[in-house]
């Protein structure tokens, strides 16, 4: 009986401690993925009809947490930086899946993976964005070597990490500065 207890004690602090370096993950992916998005050389022609940057939020289980995490995002920057790009303001869109992108005439810039999913989805997206010219990240492990453009690579600290040759297909221009500190991804021909 003891035994039974102490292992689901050591199980319940493993999981606590994996769910809380996922939210490192993903808090920390979120300041990536604005860096990342203003160094995208041609981020200035992805604004919408508003002359705004339309940005997603992709989840699959937890809307609320995909709201509030949004709103981190919109609030990121200094003084009248908050809440823009390039001095473009932000607009957030927070879906299931990428049919409502189509489907509400979303001109979006970049996508951002807020809960790990299935592989195929993973892969849907990274499609879309590779056929659109959309920033694509997931702060999750193993997403980038499946096609996402973007993701987080924690070493002695954290530094953005892409995918060359999503990068390559995307015809997304990522300014020098931001690839000489990225780790860089080469899948095998």
């Given at each position: 009986m003891c035994l039974v207890m102490l292992y689901l004690f050591a199980s319940n602090i493993h999981a606590q401690s994996f769910d809380e370096e996922q939210e490192r993950r993903v808090r920390s992916g979120l300041q990536m993925f604005r860096s990342i998005l203003s160094a995208d050389k041609d981020i200035n022609k992805k604004h919408n009809e508003q002359q705004g940057i339309d940005i997603v939020f992709v989840y699959d289980k937890d809307l609320e947490r995909a709201q509030?995490?949004?709103r981190r995002f919109v609030r990121m920057g200094r003084g009248?930086?908050?809440?823009?790009?390039?001095?473009?303001p932000i607009t957030i869109h927070i879906m299931r899946n990428l049919?409502?992108?189509?489907?509400?005439n979303i001109q979006a810039a970049g996508i951002f993976?807020?809960?790990?999913?299935?592989?195929?989805r993973?892969?849907?997206?990274?499609?879309?964005g590779l056929q659109n010219n959309i920033v694509t990240y997931s702060p999750y492990e193993g997403d980038v070597e499946m096609g996402i453009m973007s993701g987080l690579m924690i070493a002695t600290r954290p530094k953005p990490y892409f995918n060359q040759a999503t990068?390559?297909?995307s015809q997304i221009r990522i300014k020098p500065f931001m690839l000489k500190v990225a780790e860089i991804y080469e899948p095998e021909s």
């Open positions: 509030a995490l949004a009248d930086k908050k809440g823009k790009i390039k001095d473009l049919a409502g992108i189509a489907q509400e993976i807020l809960e790990k999913v299935e592989s195929e993973i892969q849907q997206t990274a499609e879309y990068l390559n297909g």
